[in-house]
């Protein structure tokens, strides 16, 4: 059986669909007078941390979430910081609190989002979150992967039984991931720069997710006809476009389907932070 192109997971559709969903439910909490409320610190003008910043700012007024932003200056120090996340963690009417990371070097980001109540770690990097994930009970899930898990249950994706290679192993996105997929029952390999044989490994598997951060980490030849292929990365081209960790073009000839880059997974991020400060506000209003 031949195919002519692997068939899309659509992110910003998808997105869309779920975005609405998240509307309904802050107007239902709104009418009980809770109002859902996210907190975003932006310390320093790193420019691409501002552009994600304004992404997520706009989504929370788009789908009915307060959002409050509060830029400091590069020089703002850690003690300084840890203040205002404490200040957060006390103000009821605000259920997230994410601190856009990177932080300037002399703030030391771990004691920043362990600061964070796990309560509000709508980011889901607090260790209290990433041990919930551990052993399956209710916590915050991280939204890149979190975002993926949500594309894979849209195209009705049976992960039971099925190997998923993750290819990265960050706290952010591989390690996550790949305990989300073991929840589904999917059979997980995580792969990094010390594997010494990644394409023996992706051709194994039934679903890929790369998030390395590297482009054309996977190409045609690795991957297996049919497999769902998740590319969380985002990088800057030779011609300065954004694109994945994916080869597309040529792994969309071989794959059964495959997320674009931008569009794909970008978007999921930002709308499953939005889901997961509605969740916040939602446990907080006790419903």
């Known amino acids: 059986m031949t195919q002519e192109s692997a068939r899309l997971i659509d992110g910003n ?136 898990m949500k594309m894979l249950e849209s195209i009705n994706y049976d992960l039971k039984g099925k190997h998923a290679v993750v290819i990265g192993r960050s706290n952010i996105v591989g390690k996550p991931m790949a305990l989300m997929l073991l929840q589904k029952n999917a059979t997980v390999t995580i792969c990094h720069s010390a594997t010494p044989d990644l394409k023996a490994m992706t051709l194994q598997a039934d679903v890929i997710v790369a998030a390395v951060g590297k482009q054309k980490v996977l190409t045609a030849d690795m991957v297996k006809p049919g497999a769902v292929v998740i590319d969380v990365g985002m990088n800057r081209n030779d011609e300065g476009k954004l694109c994945g960790d994916v080869d597309f073009e040529g792994v969309k000839t071989v794959a059964g389907y495959i997320t674009p880059v931008p569009g794909g997974v970008g978007p999921m991020t930002i709308t499953m932070l939005l889901v997961n400060t509605l969740e916040a506000a939602e446990r907080m209003a006790g419903s």
């Open 13 to 148: 559709a998808l997105s869309k669909q779920l975005r609405g969903a998240v509307a309904q439910r802050a107007t239902a909490l709104k009418a009980r007078g809770i109002t859902p409320g996210l907190a975003v610190i932006l310390v320093g003008d790193n420019p691409a941390s501002q552009v994600y910043v304004r992404n997520k700012v706009k989504a929370c007024e788009d789908s009915g979430i307060h959002s409050v932003l509060e830029k400091y200056d590069a020089s703002m120090t850690e003690a300084e910081l840890l203040a205002r996340v404490d200040a957060l963690n006390q103000d009821a009417s605000i259920h997230g609190i994410l601190v856009q990371l990177p932080l300037p070097a002399h703030i030391d980001a771990h004691k920043v989002i362990e600061a964070i109540s796990p309560a509000k770690d709508v980011d889901g990097f607090h260790v209290a979150s990433a041990g919930a994930l551990m052993v399956g009970q209710p916590g915050f899930w991280p939204c890149t992967p979190y975002g993926c």
